[in-house]
């Protein structure tokens, strides 16, 4: 008897201490970042969803239902950056995917950089860096903590949503090179003289020739009531003309003839592209294979694109989120076998929402609209050139709700900039769907019980925001170029565009959830706390502490 109970202890002991002990640092950390995808569609699609994707890390991890981002314009580039550094724009110097640049004299793409070169194709996809972010990530932190023996790997379609999260120190980020369908670098990342090898046999296997061989029709069969089904006029977006007009199922191979490996980017199968090669750079880069934490950053562009061209209630987005809910299954799965649930810390959220689309709010009722920015310049010259008798080129551009004046222009010409500024608030203040319009100057002085004014603030970075900001009405956006027909897109304050899922799965990580305010700048800090390292060097946010086990 007695040996039979030292058997049990025994086995019991060992049994503890092989399955069920936390280590003290996990092997990886994996961040999941879903592009637009806003926090109703963890639970929308619910029904449809299998048990081991999102419904397995709200069921076995900690889920933070209450994560806003904390300021605006709400877009890709400044989200990827909040979510890695703790920080908003008005620190991270993030302020938008693209803006006038004050620096560099002219329109600028984000991550652009013409110093580097493409590594891997002979396109210009490649000519990219980390340099405009000017905080540090907390993957930065990680490598700089133990002097670069944590691996960091970062991977999307999108070259932000790459390159943002991977920092300015990491080992490798890529990203998807559309002419050749390729995953590509650049030169900026050291490792890069050329192509890796195993990233060569990655793409020599050619997967977007086999994803887009077939139709995209739906994975579940029948109705999807989740979505509408008289959807037909509004899902319209104009950002990939060749889907106007039809309707699933797609003939894939055959829209390829116009999009080219692009529409890769517009089916769900992107995102099963970057899972695949997610994996992959696992595997070959031999991450989390030995104590000290390697850190992989995952962003699924494939729903933003999506949502973009079709809205957030097409069954286009719902087939998405389906197809994508088997992926993050099969991610699980992969992390189970490979490491163990307690090996890993994963998190999951997006960059920012997404918007109803205006047209279909109108006929239901609901005040909505699309400004028309992309033509406000021109109006706004010949305004300035009326009131003040003087025509010149006062704008340098009106992007993200902001307007850059020239100042040069305004000195040559003698024009005081408060007259300028004046005619362009008080045009701008009786258009329709406009909420309010002021300078930088005024929006900083605003007591924060004015709406958004704390929000508007940390999108504002004081060398490279727009001198005139303007705040729309709820449902309003102001891309009339790409969806105001139909589609959506995002980029404002309210709850629709901040209002994101956040879980905590895996390493150290309680089962649970909370309906408490989280900032989105608060996943930078709990990741550091965690892993007991610095903070990024520009945080604002706070630690989530009751995500933890013992808290
Ligand atoms: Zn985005």
Not at 8 to 19: A, E, H, S
Not at 373 to 389: D, H, N, P, W
Not at 451 to 456: C, I, K, Q, T, Y
Not at 533 to 547: A, S, T
């Amino acid at each position: 008897m007695r040996i039979l109970l030292l058997f049990f202890v025994l086995i019991f002991t060992t049994f503890n201490t092989v399955f069920s002990q936390t280590p003290a640092k996990p092997k990886l950390v994996v961040g999941i970042v879903v592009d637009q995808m806003r926090y109703d569609f963890l639970y929308r699609y619910e029904s449809k969803y299998v048990s081991g994707g999102f419904k397995r890390l709200l069921g076995e991890g900690f889920s933070c239902e209450n994560t806003h981002y904390n300021y605006a314009p709400t877009y890709t580039g400044p989200g990827h950056a909040a979510i890695y550094t703790g920080a908003t724009p008005s620190v991270s110097g993030i302020i938008g995917n693209e803006w006038w640049d004050p620096e560099w004299r002219k329109h600028r793409y984000v991550t652009t950089d013409e110093r580097y070169k493409t590594v891997g194709s002979t396109s210009d996809k490649g000519q990219h860096s980390p340099s405009v972010l000017l905080s540090t990530t907390i993957t930065d932190e990680l490598r700089l903590s133990n002097n670069f023996q944590s691996k960091v790997a970062s991977v999307c379609l999108k070259d932000r949503g790459s390159i943002l999260p991977a920092g300015h120190i990491p080992n490798a980020a890529y990203w998807f090179d559309d002419p050749t369908g390729n995953w590509i670098t650049s030169t900026y990342y050291p490792d890069s003289v050329g192509l890796p090898k195993w990233v060569q046999d990655f793409n020599a296997r050619r997967l977007p020739d086999t994803l887009l061989s077939k139709n995209w029709d739906k994975i579940v069969s029948g109705p999807y009531h989740e979505s509408f089904a008289d959807w037909d006029k509004y899902n319209d977006g104009d950002y990939a003309r060749y889907f106007i007009g039809k309707k699933m199922p797609y003939d894939l191979p055959d829209l390829k003839k116009t999009g080219g490996y692009s529409l890769l980017r517009f089916t769900p199968f992107g995102s099963t592209y970057t899972l695949d090669f997610a994996m992959e750079a696992v595997n070959r880069m031999q991450l989390g294979a030995d104590e000290v934490p390697d850190f992989l950053c995952i962003s699924f562009s494939g729903p933003d694109y999506c949502g973009h061209q079709f809205g957030i209630h097409a069954e286009e987005t719902e087939d998405t989120y389906l197809r994508l809910d088997r992926d993050i299954a099969r991610f699980l799965e992969f992390l189970d076998k490979k490491f163990g649930k307690n090996n890993v810390l994963v998190f999951l959220t997006a960059d920012h929402g997404g918007a109803e689309t205006p047209v279909h709010l109108n006929d239901l009722r609901i005040p909505a609209g699309v400004f028309p920015e992309s033509q406000t310049e021109e109006i706004l010259e010949k305004a300035i050139a009326a009131a003040l008798g003087i025509p010149g080129n006062f704008i340098h551009e009106v992007g993200n709700q902001q307007v850059w004046l020239n100042w040069d222009a305004m000195a040559d010409l003698d024009v005081k900039p408060e007259d300028v500024a004046s005619v362009i608030i008080d045009y701008l203040r009786a258009q329709p769907g406009v909420y309010d319009a002021f300078t930088r100057e005024e929006l900083m002085m605003f007591p924060p019980e004015y709406p958004f004014a704390p929000e508007l603030r940390r999108g504002i970075h004081p060398r490279r925001s727009g001198d005139i900001i303007f705040q729309l009405d709820p449902a309003w956006h102001a891309d009339d170029k790409g969806f105001s027909k139909g589609g959506t897109t995002h980029g404002s304050p309210y709850p629709y565009d901040t209002h994101v899922p956040l879980i905590w799965y895996g390493w150290k990580v309680k089962t649970g959830e909370t309906f408490a305010p989280v900032s989105i700048t608060d996943i930078a800090p709990t990741l550091a706390a965690m892993l007991r390292i610095m903070e990024p060097n520009g945080n604002q946010g706070n630690v989530i502490q009751e995500i933890m086990v013992g808290n």
